[in-house]
């Protein structure tokens, strides 16, 4: 179930950038995959380094459960968030550049 969500949300991540690259008249396509990038490399960075080995290190302890989903999940947001900051910081102060 998460692996689909993040898929919906790389989708819509990538038409949203694309979209807003259009309307301000910048290439649209490559702001597209930068969207990708932009969600899916710290997405993976941070299941890979933080959320597996966290998850890793409760298996034996008996409290497990919401905080162990949360933790499991967080990647998803990581990414999210990311994918935001993303397109606050760059792709909105990107100048046309050569008409």
Known sequence: MPLLISILLTIGIIYWYYRTAERLGL??????IAGAIA???????WM??????????????TKTGMSAFLIGHSWILVGALCALAVYKF???KANVRGS
């Open 48 to 61: 890979i380094l933080v959320s597996k080995p966290y998850l890793s290190s409760l298996r034996g302890a």
């Open 27 to 32: 290439k649209s396509l490559h702001w597209g």
């Open 39 to 45: 969600y899916q490399v710290p997405a993976w960075a």
């Open 90 to 92: 760059f792709l909105l």
